[in-house]
Structures are given as C-alpha cells and as structure tokens.
C-alpha cells in the first residue's frame, strides 16, 4: 500500500516562510496529479494547489502569489513553499496523490503562524 511521507511543517512568525515536502512510496510517475489541502480547526478541508504530471498548477485564491507548488522527478518528492505566511493560514496540510483508480492521503503535517 502506497504511503505519502511529508514533512516540513512548523512555527513560523508571520511573514516568515516554510517549505513542505511530500514523497511517495512509489514512483510519483504512477500517479496523474498530485496536491496539498489544508483544514483548520472548525472548517473543512480545502485545496490549496495541485499540480498534474505535465506540471499544470492549480491554487486557491487565498495563496496565489504567495505559495509555489512543484515537484521533482528525479527526488520522486512534491513541495510547497509557502512564503509570506498568514494566521489564518494555520492548519493541518495533506498531500494527496492521485489517479483513476486511487486516491492516497498523508498523515498530515501542522503549519502553525503566530508571533
């Protein structure tokens, strides 16, 4: 069974940066797109950019400008760098990887913004 290994997340001040990274147990190349998704305490989960395997992103209104979502083939790893970091952009953030037949959820990993 495949796993999502992630890691990176933290306590950062405002304004301050964190990259998450994600990596799958299996070649990244099983899968047709792969993303991150975010739920705060009281609210449901949410996208937050995703990225297919020709490299189209896709993010939510709230990060574009401030978050980059890539991935590398050759360290079979996807990232987020998350720069300009809000409050309310404190969270658990999930990888997710994906294709026709499957959908595989990480562990999860707290981003947590405050001074």
């Known amino acids: 069974q495949v796993q999502l290994v992630e890691s990176g997340g933290g306590l950062v001040q405002p304004g301050g940066s964190l990259r998450l990274s994600c990596a799958p147990s299996?070649?990244?190349?099983?899968?047709?797109?792969m993303g991150w998704y975010r739920q705060a305490p009281g609210k449901q989960r949410e996208l937050v950019a995703r990225i297919n395997v020709g490299g189209r992103t896709d993010y939510a209104d709230s990060v574009k400008a401030r978050f980059t979502i890539s991935r590398d083939n050759a360290e079979n790893t996807m990232y987020l760098q998350m720069n300009s970091l809000r409050p309310e952009d404190t969270a658990v953030y999930y990888c997710?990887?994906?294709?026709?037949?499957?959908?595989?959820w990480g562990q999860g990993t707290q981003v947590t913004v405050s001074s």
């Open positions: 997710n990887a994906n294709n026709r037949s499957r959908s595989v």
């Open positions: 299996e070649s990244i190349f099983n899968f047709n797109a």
